[in-house]
Nanobody, 121 residues
Framework: QVQLVESGGGLVQAGGSLSISCAAS????????MGWYRQAPGKQRELVAT???????NYLDSVKGRFTVSRDNAKNTVWLQMNSLRPEDTAVYYC???????????????WGQGTQVTVSS
């Protein structure tokens, strides 16, 4: 059983910083891309940032230069460092990972439970 467990999040003032992390646990062969999505009330879930197993990154335009995604492959963990936070960054942030549970299988998508990030103005 593969699980993604998130930690961090909370309440911060505009202009502040926050870091959230996500660790994969359970039995699996490898983790490919890991990333973060967010969903604000009344809005669709959107991609925030992704990072490949080799370290290539991709960001939502509105967070470029403010957010940094990183990972530790040995610890099966991905982080999202969020700086210069804005009220519009308020959302539930979800960790996502493409994981191969067996060496002969393709990747499946797994999701964390979500963590709330609230930025006050």
């Amino acid at each position: 059983q593969v699980q993604l467990v998130e930690s961090g999040g909370g309440l911060v003032q505009a202009g502040g910083s926050l870091s959230i992390s996500c660790a994969a646990s359970g039995s699996f062969f490898s983790i490919n891309t890991m990333g973060w999505y967010r969903q604000a009330p009344g809005k669709q879930r959107e991609l925030v940032a992704t990072i490949s197993s080799g370290g290539s990154t991709n960001y939502l335009d509105s967070v470029k230069g403010r957010f940094t995604v990183s990972r530790d492959n040995a610890k099966n963990t991905v982080w999202l460092q969020m700086n210069s936070l804005r009220p519009e960054d308020t959302a539930v942030y979800y960790c996502q990972a493409n994981i191969r549970t067996r060496n002969w299988s393709g990747s499946s998508s797994y999701w964390g439970q979500g963590t709330q990030v609230t930025v006050s103005s």
